[in-house]
């Protein structure tokens, strides 16, 4: 595998991304061991797998049973289980439904809802509701 490091003074945290024909099992070791390094995670974003640092990701959602993960005006699908992406995320993400966690340093605001939910909107634009389930934690970490 060629290794290509370009320096730049307008790059403020370093990020990495993988050309190949396929996805051997050399690109996935390289992939991986990206990931292992600190909050960077792999996703595929068309048919290129990209490494995304946890600060570029705002939500990350369960749809059709395919993990999903939205970054500023892109969408990338995850191999992972949305359980394995909440403990790779760690502290500045929180699970706000079965099937949602977010970012907590990109949410624009929140606002009440119906049953006692609250609907939550990203700084990207997407939309969720805080289940009753979460609401109490999500609540105390708001300060409520």
């Not at 290509?4 to 790059?11: G, Q, T, V």
């Amino acid at each position: 595998m060629k290794v290509e490091i370009k320096l730049s003074a307008d790059i403020k945290e370093p990020y990495a991304v993988i050309y190949a024909n396929a996805v051997t099992e050399e690109v996935q070791r390289a992939a991986e061991a990206f990931e292992a390094k600190g909050n960077v995670i792999t996703a595929k974003e068309n048919e290129k797998i990209v490494v995304l640092d946890g600060s570029e990701i705002y939500m990350v959602r369960a749809e059709n049973k395919e993990v999903f993960l939205y970054g500023q005006d892109k969408k990338y699908l995850s191999k992972k289980k949305l359980y394995e992406l909440e403990n790779i995320l760690g502290e500045n993400f929180m699970r706000i439904s079965k099937t949602t966690i977010v970012n907590l340093k990109k949410i624009d605001s929140v606002e009440p809802a119906f049953n006692a939910m609250m609907y939550l909107v990203m700084k990207n634009g997407c939309k969720d509701y805080i289940t009753r389930a979460y609401l109490m934690e999500f609540k105390k970490y708001l300060g409520l």
